[in-house]
Nanobody, 127 residues
Framework: QVQLVESGGGLVQAGGSLRLSCAAS????????VGWFRQAPGKEREFVAA????????YYADSVKGRFTVSRDNAKNTVYLQVNSLKPDDTAVYYC????????????????????WGQGTQVTVSS
């Protein structure tokens, strides 16, 4: 029902920054919470960040706190992930995901929480 398209990935040097975007179809996107996950080669998909439908609550994995920022512009049906001070370990395919409603903090890091997923955007960080 909801289509998600990630963009903004690319090749950057360590210490650089990118702004990833998650664009959604439809006019009901404002009712969805959005999570960001990433998957590096040979590793499991892991939680990165999430934002509630109102934008009033955000959540981050410990590995990215202080470096990444998630925000949303519901008028544009878009959620952003600003990634700063990038490290080679941040290299991965980044996926956005969406789920309807509002939940407690423990809900957001869990992959099964989300109903819709995008195709991902590649972030590559060189030394």
């Amino acid at each position: 029902q909801v289509q998600l398209v990630e963009s903004g990935g690319g090749l950057v040097q360590a210490g650089g920054s990118l702004r990833l975007s998650c664009a959604a179809s439809g006019h009901t996107f404002s009712s969805y919470a959005v999570g960001w996950f990433r998957q590096a080669p040979g590793k499991e998909r892991e939680f990165v960040a999430a934002i509630s439908w109102s934008g009033g609550s955000t959540y981050y994995a410990d590995s990215v706190k202080g470096r990444f920022t998630v925000s949303r512009d519901n008028a544009k049906n878009t959620v952003y992930l600003q990634v700063n001070s990038l490290k080679p370990d941040d290299t991965a395919v980044y996926y956005c995901s969406a789920v309807l409603g509002t939940y407690s903090a423990s809900f957001y890091p869990r992959i099964p929480s989300y109903d819709y997923w995008g195709q991902g955007t590649q972030v590559t960080v060189s030394s």
